[in-house]
């Protein structure tokens, strides 16, 4: 398959067939659609800039005209609140010509000329009915001297809607991966408090299924890799979209799915780096440690400003029981590696949570390699492998009970 349709890296083009519409798809056209302010507070490489993409192209049959820019340029740049300002609306305005007049908006050069500049704007956006959506993308970027006054601004634009209703013909998307709190500590200002919240999820089997199928005709076998991928990724979009990229003209087996794994595990350092930099902090890297371990925390990353943190960074996330847990198996091989030292100097051996945790990998690996191999044989398949097959389901069943047991589920 040379023509595969697989990218990694970037944000996917709203065109590409291999894009997975999510739940967090429908909820943010919906509320871009009433002109609801938005914000897309996830990690790296989950999916962000390419929803915003996908959103673009949706509405642009419509009224509506988009205008995005990447803050993290901003942030890169050693300037003074005025060229701050320049830079971002001169940017802005190139994409806003079908505007009348729009070329004649003046340049603010803080933030109450910003405030000016998003009411002239909005004045104008409603007398050619055109819906303006501002798409501020890599947000953190924004933190400055000023950002205060920038972002209340915004905030301002928002609540004067009933007084001057031409602030209904302008919205924000507000997407990083940004603690909010930490952009404008005066929640009474904040424009993040007005803004509705969409959550991108990690992609489920059938979701990574979609992905698969581009693969193979065959159905079980799209079926058994998909299954065996998120097994390992738990439907992480990058690590998802890496595997089968690289599963392109490769035997796809189970076995070539797990020496991938350890290929990323290698030589990844584009993905793996952000995620584990937590390790260079002391008390996160304790923290990732008690998670691990099976220390049970509730998971409010809104009121706990480490797990913030390491939500951002994309370590962990919050399981069917709002606990932390590491966020998928391939990053728990991973800290394998990271607490080496650290489980060295453990007085004993395992835990038994940690014995029955390490069984139910090892049984699921090679549940995942006999499925493969059974699909793979079809109507020839070795009879003692769906044998062998229903014994170890069996035994996954036992252990998850030990594990429940000994977690106190």
């Not at 790296?44 to 959103?55: A, C, F, P, V």
């Not at 970027?141 to 601004?153: C, E, L, P």
């Amino acid at each position: 398959m040379s023509n595969h349709p697989f990218q990694v890296g970037g944000p996917l083009s709203p065109k590409l067939s291999v894009y997975v519409e999510r739940k967090a798809d429908e909820q943010a056209y919906e509320y871009v659609r009433r002109m609801d302010y938005l914000k897309l507070i996830e990690t790296r490489q989950q999916g962000k800039t390419s929803l915003i993409y996908r959103l673009i192209d949706r509405f642009k049959n419509d009224n509506y005209v988009f205008a995005y820019f990447s803050m993290e340029i901003l942030a890169s740049k050693q300037i003074d609140e005025i060229s701050w300002y320049t830079y971002l609306v001169d940017r802005i305005l190139l994409q806003l010509k079908a505007i009348p007049d729009v070329e004649k908006l003046l340049t603010p050069k803080n933030g109450r000329e910003w405030f000016r500049f998003l009411s002239d704007l909005a004045e104008l956006a409603c007398q050619a009915n055109r819906k303006v959506i501002i798409v501020l993308d890599e947000i953190g970027g924004a933190s400055s001297d000023w950002a205060t006054n920038f972002f209340s601004a915004m905030r301002s634009a928002h609540i004067h809607r009933p007084i001057q209703p031409a602030f209904e013909y302008l919205s924000f998307i507000l997407a990083g991966a940004y603690n909010d709190r930490a952009l404008i500590g005066d929640e009474n200002i904040s424009p993040f408090n007005v803004a509705q919240q969409v959550h991108l999820e990690d992609f489920d089997v059938g979701q990574t299924r979609l992905l698969t199928l581009y693969l193979t005709d065959s159905s079980e076998v799209q079926t058994l890799l998909a299954e065996h991928i998120h097994y390992w990724t738990d439907g992480q979009p990058y690590l998802t979209h890496w595997l089968c990229r690289e599963l392109v003209g490769q035997e796809l087996t189970a076995v070539t799915v797990d020496l991938l794994i350890d290929k990323l595990c290698r030589e990844d350092n584009n993905h793996l780096p952000h995620v584990f930099a937590f390790s260079r902090n002391r008390e996160l890297k304790q923290y990732v440690k008690q998670i691990r371990d099976g220390v049970s925390f509730k998971f409010i990353p809104g009121n706990l400003r480490k797990q913030m943190k390491l939500a951002l960074m994309g370590i962990i996330k919050g399981n069917a029981q709002g606990q932390c847990q590491i966020r998928n198996r391939l990053y728990e091989q991973m800290l394998v590696h990271i607490f080496v030292d650290d489980d060295d100097e453990k007085p004993s051996g395992d835990s038994p949570l940690d014995t029955v945790k390490k069984l139910i990998i090892e049984h699921r690996n090679r549940l995942h390699q006999l499925q493969m191999q059974q699909a793979a044989g079809g109507m020839f398949v070795d009879p003692k492998i769906p044998l062998e097959i229903a014994k170890i389901e069996e035994e996954i069943d036992e252990l998850e009970r030990q594990r429940k047991d000994l977690e106190g589920i």
